[in-house]
């Protein structure tokens, strides 16, 4: 673990209505950051921001601005960059955090279920890094985070976009690092794997029933009781919460960073072991046999 540097400044945190974007501004408040949080929907995060502003015992009241961002809305990236330069002179750190899972099966998802997911979770992280840059460089200490998944590692059946999506985050973090080396700019990926946060039950959600005649209606059967006991049984995000801050505050911050255990074990089985026991293994716990010839 690489030793702590202590410069609260300011960040701006995207996703940060729920989940590991919520937690984590108000983690970084905590630490004397002051955090601009990100939502799309201001009417249904105001609430739970507006009672800790309102809140004189916490000491991040005072710390954390929450402004409308949507990340697939160019203007509002614009907007809220202006705002962060205006009022606060400048920007050190940028979680992007903001994207959702999107459920289902290759053949049968049309590609605007593929745009809509890539717009947000990729995209989208582009055009704010994008607009941050100047302020992030002019900081000399600037520090990006994009909230990838153990997904971008590994995929997983039924949830292909998504993991294409994280994927693309791996190659967006590697090229970065090395292209704002000269400038200061630290870049890390945080790589959680399921944890107790809303992202998983919109998956679900989203993970429509196949049609009974469909070739996956089987499949489909499998993996939803497994997908709803895993987010059910997710890790504490507060663990993923306190990566990103480690990634932000360490004085010189790793290219990955795992939050747990699970997520470390997975990807040494999948780097040690053949790829044919792994799927195996993987095709064994949905109850699928492979009809493929040497399977």
């Known amino acids: ?20 974007g919520r937690l984590t501004a108000l983690a970084l408040a905590r630490q004397g950051w002051t955090v601009y949080a990100g939502v799309r ?4 995060a105001a609430p739970f921001w507006e009672e800790r502003g309102q809140d004189p015992s916490d000491p991040a009241s ?25 009022e606060a002179g400048g920007l050190d750190a940028l979680v992007n955090n ?10 049968e998802l049309p590609l605007s279920a593929w745009r809509a997911q890539f717009e947000t979770n990729v995209f989208g992280a582009v055009a704010v890094t994008r607009q941050a840059l100047p302020l992030l460089r002019r900081s000399g200490r600037g520090r990006i985070v994009l909230v990838g998944s153990i997904s971008g590692r590994i995929g997983f059946p039924g949830l292909a976009p998504y993991c294409a999506s994280k994927h693309a985050l791996e190659g967006l973090g590697e090229s970065l690092r090395l292209e704002l080396a000269e400038f200061g700019i ?22 429509s029933p196949p049609s009974a005649d469909s ?11 497994m997908m709803r ?12 919460a306190e990566t990103v801050v480690r990634a932000i505050t360490d004085k010189r911050p790793k290219m990955r960073y795992l939050p747990g255990r699970g997520e470390k074990t997975l990807l040494w089985s999948k780097a040690m072991l053949p790829w ?18 040497g399977s």
């Open 62 to 86: 005072s710390r954390i601005r929450m402004v409308k961002l949507d990340v697939t809305d160019e203007e509002e990236i614009i907007e809220t960059i202006e705002t962060i330069e205006r």
């Open 41 to 44: 929907n201001p009417d249904a």
């Open 98 to 107: 903001a994207g959702y899972a999107a459920g289902g099966f290759v053949e």
């Open 1 to 20: 673990m690489g030793a702590k540097t202590e410069f609260p400044g300011t960040a701006l945190v995207t996703g940060a209505s729920s989940g590991f």
């Open 215 to 225: 070739p996956y209606a089987r499949l489909y059967s499998r993996l939803q009781p």
């Open 186 to 207: 630290s870049v890390s990926l945080v790589e959680p794997g399921a944890y107790r946060t809303p992202i998983w039950g919109k998956g679900i959600e989203a993970l």
């Open 229 to 240: 006991k895993s987010a059910a049984g997710g890790g504490d995000p507060e663990r993923v």
């Open 276 to 293: 044919s026991w792994v799927e195996r293994a993987a095709l064994k716990a949905i109850g699928v046999r492979s009809r493929r010839n």
